[in-house]
């Protein structure tokens, strides 16, 4: 008679269970499938957002199936049962944000999303309903301690659901492609200490003879700079021919960094030469120090050249050559224009001195 009794038991206890465990595998398929681009129109919106520069998807791929694996280990582990639904809540949270979002930011709305937050929300009742019936029973047999104890419980479960609204009010933002672009040009043609707070900018023309006759000392000096600063060689076109090597210098400075000051010397050759240079004679100059050059997309090189000169216009840069060392923590800087004043001490004491302010 005693195992009778406690089997119905049991199964109404794994009921819920499975309704949250349903509900989490809905909710990871739909994330996938949000992943997968399979989802309609009305989501492609919601993909220009991201969450702390993260997208929606590896978020969901890696939060929603961690909770699953808790949830389930909560039968054999029992303190795990209220981690998740801490965990429930806050993600629930989050897709009330999420929500919001759509309605008010969007102006349309992903019918996976909803199906995503409609999923979480059927793995969360049967969380919600335990702490209901266990709070009516403590209501019909009066003990103090157990009445606070569920308030207690019940408090945390809201203060998680308003950290993940909260969290996820905070890191949400669109995605503008662009300045993503602008940001990955900038860190592809960056040299040296790429995590120092120092910046040095070294400002040239190709076709200044200043600029040709300073191009020794800078291969000569750049080893040292480059290892307590972030080196930036930037094209300042005062000379309209200066636009024609800018495509192979960036090219040079993305694709051959370990050998970009070689490559750059032979450049600085040829435009002693020749005022619009040809692929087939960059190329040659390439192999001649056992590089290869390989050709930019036009979006990438008119990214740099708006790089270069926005740095021209902030850093108030009046000609070539000019070198500007900055600590980009502070905004100090100091400007060293002519190549009078770019020499090897000069540079190293400007590092120096910014990097004790």
Known sequence: MTTTAAHPFRRLKIIPFWITTIGLLCAC?????????????????????RIFGLTFE???LTLLPTILVMHLLS????????????TLCATLGAEVMFIYLQKYKIGSWCPVCLSIAASLLLATLPYFYGYIKKFKQS???PERGQIMFNIYRGLTGIGFFVVGFLVAF???GKYNKLQAAENSI????AFGNTSSPIEVYVFTDWACPACRKLEPTLEQVMPKIMAKARVTFV???VHPETMNYTPFNVSFMIHNKANYLTLRHALTALSEDTKEPTEEQVAALAAKAGQQYRQLNY???ALANKFFAHLVTTLDVEGTPTVVVVNKNTQQGKKLPGSSKITEANILNAIKALSKE
């Open 299 to 301: 979006s990438d090189v």
């Open 235 to 237: 094209d300042d076109p």
């Open 75 to 86: 039968r054999f582990y029992p303190w795990m049962l209220q981690l998740t639904g801490w």
């Open 29 to 49: 398929a739909l994330s996938v499938i949000s992943w997968m681009n399979l989802c309609s129109q009305a989501c492609a919106a919601g993909h220009s957002y």
């Open 139 to 141: 209501l019909e047999h």
């Open 186 to 189: 900038k860190d592809s043609i």
């Open 170 to 172: 905070g890191g949400v």
């Open 58 to 60: 590896s978020v969901g």
